[in-house]
Nanobody, 124 residues
Framework: QVQLVESGGGSVQAGGSLRLSCLASGITFRLYTMGWFRQAPGKEREFVAAISRKGDYTYYADFVKGRFTISRDNSKNTVYLQMNSLKPEDTAVYYC?????????????????WGQGSQVTVSS
């Protein structure tokens, strides 16, 4: 079965950095578009970033452009989210998502496989 396991979350002060990883199994990883979404307390889950199968196209929410970078290593079945210049408002549970046919990779309804999430807490 498909498994997506996030790691790398934690607590950091504002201005700090974290790198999230998502290890995929049960899929042919190189054939899947991958995405990161987040959900803050009391808010709906929202798009953060996505990357195409070969990694040649990336997509970002406006609020992370210039601060976050999504990348993937198809030899390791892993997608990454490098988060720099973190702000308290970045505090959320971050979810990894995968889909083989995501036509609109900024839309969470396009993704059918999800990880359990990784908590990121940014203090001021």
């Amino acid at each position: 079965q498909v498994q997506l396991v996030e790691s790398g979350g934690g607590s950091v002060q504002a201005g700090g950095s974290l790198r999230l990883s998502c290890l995929a199994s049960g899929i042919t990883f190189r054939l899947y578009t991958m995405g990161w979404f987040r959900q803050a307390p009391g808010k709906e889950r929202e798009f953060v970033a996505a990357i195409s199968r070969k990694g040649d196209y990336t997509y970002y929410a406006d609020f992370v452009k210039g601060r976050f970078t999504i990348s993937r290593d198809n030899s390791k079945n892993t997608v990454y989210l490098q988060m720099n210049s973190l702000k308290p408002e970045d505090t959320a549970v971050y979810y990894c998502a995968a889909d083989s046919a995501a036509a609109r990779p900024t839309q969470q309804r396009e993704f059918h496989h999800w990880g359990q999430g990784s908590q990121v807490t940014v203090s001021s």
